[in-house]
């Protein structure tokens, strides 16, 4: 079940970014990518890392961007302005528009294409709150629209308030999926000193250990063990990690 449904400005929350410095993320080519999807009715926002940045007060090095457009509608409005681009993270609903070397990630929220032997199958945006429950954790599933309201689903701002690492709901087959989520709960873990986590998540993690074997040799698996071990709770995380089983299935020393 989705807690009760929190939209207000990110500008009157305490400790949260000021208007002036969120201002300065928009550069010229984001206005234009902003403006143009808006121009035909369809809605963009920040979500992700970048969104709990905000509320911790700090620019975002980089800022993800998702609309309710589907790529097919991106790509359509892209060529009809003129805006060069990329359209090859497509499968997972992603159109980049392509300004000289810089490029702006736009997802289409809650998009998937899966390839099934000769069958294509496409799973279509739905509502911004369905989106936020497809999330991998709570401190993750928060957006802001371009009028600088936060819009909360999963009661995110609390959770990251009181440093608490929580799975979305149907975290058990969001695994079985894309093993990733249960290595991105652990690099959530590390941003707080004294990070909080469910009991019944810890289980999860435990039970799923396994699911991380095949891909521990994946080169994005490798860069987020490397960010853990440059991070300052490495010792908590990597012991946690080696408590729930899932620092022997990554190879990891655990002696």
């Known amino acids: 079940n989705c807690a009760m449904i929190s939209q207000r400005s990110l500008f009157e929350i305490e400790g949260s970014i000021d208007f002036t410095s969120f201002s300065r993320i928009f550069t010229p080519e984001i ?17 992700g890392g970048a969104v709990r940045d905000f509320l911790l007060g700090k620019a975002p090095r980089d800022v993800d961007f998702a609309t309710d457009a589907d790529p097919a509608e ?12 990329d359209a090859g993270g497509i499968q997972h609903g992603t159109i980049k528009a392509v300004f000289g070397e810089n490029k702006i990630d736009v ?4 998009y998937k294409l899966n390839v099934h032997g000769n069958t ?14 497809s999330r991998d954790i709570t401190i993750n599933s928060m ?21 608490r690492i929580k799975f979305c709901p149907g975290a058990q087959e969001k695994i079985k999926q894309d093993p990733m989520v249960l290595l991105r709960w652990f690099k959530a873990l590390a941003f707080f000193a004294n990070a909080k986590y469910l009991k019944k998540d810890l289980e999860i993690v435990t039970n799923l250990a396994y699911t991380v074997r095949p ?4 080169k994005k698996t490798q860069l987020l063990l490397a960010s853990l071990v440059q991070n300052a709770n490495q010792r908590k995380i990597f012991g946690l990690m080696c408590q729930t ?5 990554l190879d990891i020393s655990c002696s």
């Open 143 to 163: 957006s802001v629209d371009m009028n600088g309201v936060l819009h909360d689903y999963q009661n995110g701002t609390k959770d990251l308030k009181e440093q």
């Open 245 to 249: 089983g899932v620092g022997q299935q």
């Open 215 to 218: 891909i521990r040799h994946d």
């Open 31 to 47: 206005k234009t990518v902003i403006h143009t999807i808006r121009k035909y009715g369809f809605d963009i926002r920040v979500v």
């Open 74 to 85: 991106l790509i359509f409005i892209f060529d009809l302005e003129g805006i060069v681009y």
């Open 107 to 110: 997802t289409s929220i809650s």
């Open 120 to 133: 294509i199958s496409i799973k279509h945006p739905v509502s911004w709150q369905e989106d936020s429950l």
